[in-house]
């Protein structure tokens, strides 16, 4: 079983996508760290991220340990990440990772914005996790200060709006709900009850799925 989680920044749906792997026994891939680490790459190298083909090489690149970097979480890297990933070259690159991921036997979860629309089209479970703005740069600002990065409401907002104005207005895989897809507002939701209501949102499309034409 494959699950699919999108969404736009900081909606919850890395949580939510942990939790479905932990609930049905899953890998979880955030490809969304993918991005991060072809960003973190070319900033360390001090490299133009608009030179689509540098930033290919990067990503063809990139040592596994920046997976795990603790500054591919900064702002600035999400930044350039949502500059890098608009190219053409860079997602076909990081493409064959995650269908492989996608396609290990017994299936997967894995969340970013184009899982499923094009990463895994197939999959039985597709959701679209969103949350208000307002509550989006609250939850990420609480958790860049958490994390030691630096987080000023405001300036984290703003970043947000336009990481999701790039990620909805790029020609290549862009950012919206995959046909079918469950939208799933947080908003209102801590994460117990986000959760359940993802588990349930899965619950009903495999239902579904097993009941053709219904
Ligand atoms: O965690 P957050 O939602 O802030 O971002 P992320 O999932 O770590 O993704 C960082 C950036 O990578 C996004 O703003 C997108 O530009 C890009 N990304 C993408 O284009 N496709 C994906 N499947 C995942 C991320
Ligand atoms: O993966 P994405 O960027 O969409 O978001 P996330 O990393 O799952 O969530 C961003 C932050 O919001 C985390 O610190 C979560 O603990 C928090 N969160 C929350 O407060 N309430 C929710 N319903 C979901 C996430």
């Known amino acids: 079983m494959v699950i699919a989680v999108d969404g736009p920044a900081a ?99 894995l969340d970013g914005r184009d899982i499923g629309t094009v990463i895994a089209p197939d999959a039985a479970a597709k959701l679209f996790v969103t949350a208000g703005i307002d509550e989006r740069a609250r939850r990420r600002t609480a958790e860049l200060a958490a994390r030691g990065h630096d987080a000023e409401l405001e300036a984290v907002k703003t970043d947000l709006i336009a990481r999701d104005e790039r990620d909805r207005d790029r020609d290549v895989a862009p950012l919206r709900p995959a046909p079918g897809a469950t939208i799933l507002d947080t908003t209102a939701l801590g994460i117990e009850d986000a959760v359940a209501a993802a588990i349930e949102a899965v619950e009903a499309a495999r239902g579904e799925a097993v009941r053709p034409g219904t």
Do not use: N
């Open 11 to 109: 909606s919850g749906k890395g949580t939510i996508a942990k939790a479905l792997a932990s609930h049905y026994g899953l890998p979880h891939l955030d490809t969304g760290a993918l991005y991060r680490a072809v960003a973190l790459s070319i900033i360390r190298a001090g490299d133009d991220p608009a030179d689509a083909e540098g930033a290919a090489r990067h990503a063809r690149m990139f040592g596994d340990d920046l997976l795990h970097d603790p500054d591919i979480r900064s702002r600035r890297t999400g930044a350039v990440a949502s500059v890098v990933s608009a190219h053409g070259r860079v997602r076909d690159t990081l493409l064959a990772r995650q269908r492989a991921f996608a396609a290990q036997p017994g299936g997967a979860v």
